[in-house]
């Protein structure tokens, strides 16, 4: 059974840093790409930022030099440094792998919450 466990969420002020790290297990498969979503109050969620095999990196314009996705492929890992927080930012991150047989799962979601 394929499990993706998040951690590192939490209540942080404006201007503060977090970082996510995910953890996904029982992958049968090769993974393909990690990465992070996220979904706030009355919105959909919506791609943060994600992480291929070969480390190209995609972001949201909205977090673009404020976060950074990275990958422990060994360890099937994978991080989001999320530094000068905004209130803006706050929501719950649902962690995201896609295997090579495009095959994908989602962590249970960690909340985020940015106070000004």
């Known amino acids: 059974q394929v499990q993706l466990v998040e951690s590192g969420g939490g209540l942080v002020q404006a201007g503060g840093s977090l970082r996510l790290s995910c953890v996904v297990s029982g992958i049968r498969f090769g993974i393909n790409r990690m990465g992070w979503y996220r979904q706030a109050p009355g919105k959909q969620r919506e791609l943060v930022a994600d992480i291929a095999g070969g480390g190209t990196t995609t972001y949201a314009d909205s977090v673009k030099g404020r976060f950074t996705i990275s990958r422990d492929i060994a360890k099937n890992t994978v991080y989001l440094q999320m530094n000068s927080l905004k209130p803006e930012d706050t929501a719950v991150y649902y962690c995201?792998?896609?295997?090579?047989?495009?095959?994908?799962?989602w962590g249970q979601g960690t909340q985020v919450t940015v106070s000004s």
């Open positions: 995201n792998c896609v295997q090579y047989n495009s095959q994908q799962y």
